[in-house]
């Protein structure tokens, strides 16, 4: 195991113990070596980074993802929940996104604040 | 004067007290009222919001602007220098920017990169 | 109330009139102020303008919404709707709507004719 | 009937023999002339053209709709269609959307996945 | 000659009579029939269509331009000529450009303004 | 050294000898690890899987980088370079590149051949 996956699984244990295990039961059977190539390169090589804390580096994401928009939906959810688990707010995800509406345009803002309507409604059903 | 443009003027006076007089003298005989609307909604309406401090929101300026890429080469370079004002450091800037090779893409991190370069090299040539 | 918001409530009042409250119920919980917001912003600061008439204002943000394409798809299909009542006939939105292939490519086109198609049989099923 | 369309129409019959009257039937009432402009211009003009063989081209086309992402989506589909029967393997198409993580992002490789497994998906239940 | 193509010269005729010499120039040895393919497409094939005024055709291709960004800079000059060659006014020009800030972000509308400035003032140095 | 890294530094031996020592004198100081993180991302993960011959790969790449436009100009123009350093001849590099007219529209496909036209101008002022 690289030091890079293993920097990596260990930053997702704490966001989302899952995560790899649903990545390899969703696309390794297509793509032989997707998770742990996912897991490496995005945990391992950006977000167990230092420099810069967990829970600004997940807000980031949050406004990039949503100023991306229309490829993003998907992404984006997974997101904001894994940037409430930092110990982000609510109230910090929604402003992270509507600021987009200055660099993204209103759609990419509007669209944003529609995911997180549907996660924080998700969680609260889960609660 | 609006409460939003009084707030987008208190906070630029903080980050970049020149801000609106350089955009008007560009662009307000192009366009009446431009520089004036811009620090309404950009400044007013989004970053003098409560709910998450300035320095993460231009944190995720500088992510969303670096995943967008393209279009917003200059708008990053003052959003740079903008987020260094905010007390953030250079490696915080480094970080947010490399994190986007994720979501938008080698191309765009690394055009983020050169526009970090650029800003960094210009402050020290000027310090 | 500022006077780009009172411009901009002009405005809506003529498209579509219950836009603002629509836009509250929907967001404002989530996201205070955000409807006055994007009606001082969308209408006052732009639609209200002088310069260039309502209607060829609405083709335009057809045009640009086909082409960006995506994460627009029902702002365009709001859009439509706003283009309709500002006295555009159907034939010049969809020309307005293909014309983007030339600019955004085939997909972003077929798109637009699909939620232009969607707006169309609405109407004639509400009519 | 114009040299570009013909060259069109002879290529599409092996790809796809039904797709002009299916584009006809779904937007030339909406828009006179669409489906023979398609099949001169992407067809004639473009797949149509020597010095680059069809497979290729029909792989460099799910490359860049999955780089593309958000609005491509129903087109993605289509050209995996399109893209197997020129003779490409279902792993070569795989490999194609994944290479785009590096230039689009995840986001967009991810969502390009999901889509040729869509696609899969419905020729095994069709076979 | 196909009807296309000479509807799309007959119109570039007005608009721009060098524009295929120019493009055969520029483009024809690297790529065959490049000039007459775009000529056909664009102006044949689309701003040749009965259904909308070719002025308000020019302007929605100012605004997606603006919207699209970073790609475009390029043709956004040449189309802003374009649109003063059907009788635009500058202030509708710049009235077209400002409006896509609600759609496509400040950057992408301020990149705009960019724009239209060099070409009014090229056109003001030439006159 | 990890596998994938291994892997990567075999590709790149191949395509263009000196890319890491480049990217790590341009990169790594201000971000450390950055050329060895991309090119075990980059060619270990992706360019040097099974499944795809290199060849379609980086015609893949040119179609995506071009299609996407904008930000990717530097990149486009160094994939072209390794492109044909995989035996694609620059016939097809063209073609790759203008069949992307049909998906990304016209201003991406002609700022693609404006990079290639000046690779290829760069390589015969070399030879």
Same mark, same amino acid.
């Given at each position: 195991?690289?030091? =890079? ?16 295990? $649903? ?10 070596? !997707?998770?742990?190539?996912? $897991?490496?390169?995005?945990? *391992?090589?950006?977000y ?5 804390? @967990? ?13 991306? *928009?229309?490829?993003? *939906? ?12 930092t ?17 993204? *345009? ?12 549907e $996660? !924080?409604?998700? @969680?609260?059903?889960? =609660?």
């Open positions: 195991m690289t030091d =890079a996956l293993e920097r990596g699984r260990a930053l997702i244990e704490k966001l989302n113990p899952d995560l790899e295990a $649903v990545l390899a039961g969703r696309y390794d059977d297509l793509l032989p070596g !997707f998770a742990e190539s996912l $897991v490496e390169w995005a945990y *391992g090589r950006h167990a980074r230092p420099g810069l804390d @967990l829970k600004t580096r997940q807000l980031c994401t949050i406004a990039a993802l949503t100023a991306l *928009g229309g490829q993003t *939906g998907p992404q984006l959810k997974i997101n904001i929940e894994h940037t409430l688990a110990g982000a707010n609510r109230e910090e995800v929604i402003e992270a996104i509507w600021q987009m509406a200055v660099y993204g *345009g209103l759609p990419a803002a509007i669209n944003g604040l529609n995911a997180a309507r $996660v !924080f409604d998700e @969680l609260d059903a889960a =609660a």
